[in-house]
């Protein structure tokens, strides 16, 4: 599989006093470093069993009360907002990756689903949603006897 990455080149026909010193130190650091690679929504997996689907999203640094889960037209959308704290400080970040304010994402729940069944618990980072099947989609095992 390929992956596209985004292209800068620099001009040859620049000479390096005259304009390319500049185009190099006035773009955005993501520029240089790929900036598109970083995610800006969190990561998720879901699990099937038997009886539920789990999803589990990673969202470090918020507190339970953060978030906010609603079901509407069959779909799953889970939010989470939190304020960051600016305090004075001599210090500056030079680079800043894992500061997350907000994140929203979605799910498309299948007709299998109880909605009334839902679920969520967050701990050490990750919130764990738990959705419920319907009784009717679990699977039934019948033992058949030889006669």
Do not use: C, W
Request: no cysteine; charged share 25%; glycine share 4%.
């Amino acid at each position: 599989m390929t992956n596209i990455v985004k292209f800068h080149p620099y001009p040859s026909t620049k000479t390096f006093v005259n304009g390319l010193f500049d185009e190099f130190f006035n773009r955005n650091l993501a520029d240089q470093v790929g900036g598109d690679n970083f995610a800006s929504h969190a990561a998720v997996n879901v699990l099937e069993t038997e009886d539920a689907f789990k999803i589990e999203l990673a969202a470090p640094g918020f507190d339970k009360q953060n978030f906010s889960l609603q079901v509407e037209n069959d779909q799953l959308t889970i939010e989470a907002k939190h304020e960051t704290k600016k305090e004075e400080t001599n210090e500056r970040y030079t680079r800043r990756e894992f500061q997350v304010n907000a994140i929203k994402r979605s799910f498309k729940l299948p007709k299998t689903v109880n909605q009334d069944a839902i679920n969520a618990v967050y701990e050490n980072g990750i919130l764990n949603v738990t959705i419920g099947k319907k009784e009717e989609t679990k699977p039934v095992v019948k033992t058949i006897t030889i006669g």
